[in-house]
């Protein structure tokens, strides 16, 4: 069955570093997000991408933050200067349309856990 | 802005007992309601998805039921097992433009041999 992958499963970095985490989407998806989600709290949006484009961002979302789609597989979100209060699970998620297609199931990867130290 | 909540947050029941997991939503033009699985550590698992339009679906031992208009949901889980041991999250997501989904804090559940 499909899945989407990520990698790493554990990055750890030092604060002010930049950082890098992969997804690799269900293959026949269109629209691709990232989540995250800090220790004991809730699940968050971070930013949808479609079309090679962003098309949706959460407030969390700024100007440290920036997604890629470098090739017909993967998709990529960058953390330019790590700071402390970025440390939580990032979650990759892909879906076959959007709303105005007809709206389908979101898949989840495993996750990356990134630490900042 | 939107608002998903999920009480109890924890709860713990004997094995063959059915679960009941409740979610609501402070915004009702939502354009469909998913539950996820989450074990420790681990990512999301799509258990359902009811579309706005469905007052119920069915998966297996799952049977998730949506009352829009009051802006709740609930998950049945028959005949629990240890297995199903797992936090339980619901997401919405809006129905105006937009495919993001906002996430309730889960419930843990143990189910107990």
């Known amino acids: 069955e499909p899945e989407v992958t990520q990698t790493p499963s554990h990055q750890v970095t030092q604060m002010g570093q930049e950082v890098i985490l992969r997804c690799v989407p269900i293959?026949?998806?269109?629209?691709f997000y990232w989540y995250r989600q800090i220790l004991g709290q809730k699940v968050e949006f971070l930013v949808s991408?479609?079309?090679?484009?962003?098309?949706?961002k959460s407030e969390i979302f700024d100007d440290q933050f920036s997604v890629e789609r470098p090739d017909g597989s993967n998709f990529t979100l960058k953390i330019r200067s790590t700071k402390l209060e970025d440390s939580a699970m990032y979650f990759c998620?892909?879906?076959?349309?959007?709303?105005?297609?007809?709206?389908?199931?979101?898949?989840f990867g495993p996750g990356t856990r990134l630490t900042v130290t | 802005k939107q608002e998903v909540t999920q009480i109890p947050a924890a709860l713990s029941v004997p094995e063959g007992e059915n679960l009941v997991l409740n979610c609501s939503f402070t915004?009702?033009?939502?354009?469909?309601l998913q539950w996820f699985r989450q074990d420790p550590g681990k990512g999301l698992t799509s258990l359902l998805l009811?579309?706005?339009?469905?007052r119920e679906q069915t998966s297996g031992r799952l049977n998730a039921s949506l009352d829009k208009s009051s802006g709740r949901s609930t998950l049945y889980i028959a005949a629990s097992q240890p297995g199903d041991s797992a936090t339980y999250l619901c997401?919405?997501?809006?129905?105006?433009?937009?495919?993001?989904?906002?996430f309730g804090g889960g419930t843990r559940v143990l189910v107990k041999p």
């Open positions: 998620a892909s879906s076959e349309s959007s709303l105005w297609q007809g709206t389908y199931e979101q898949y």
């Open positions: 293959s026949n998806h269109l629209y």
């Open positions: 991408f479609y079309n090679n484009e962003i098309s949706e």
């Open positions: 915004d009702s033009a939502i354009y469909n």
């Open positions: 009811i579309q706005s339009s469905q």
């Open positions: 997401a919405v997501r809006p129905g105006a433009a937009g495919n993001k989904l906002t």
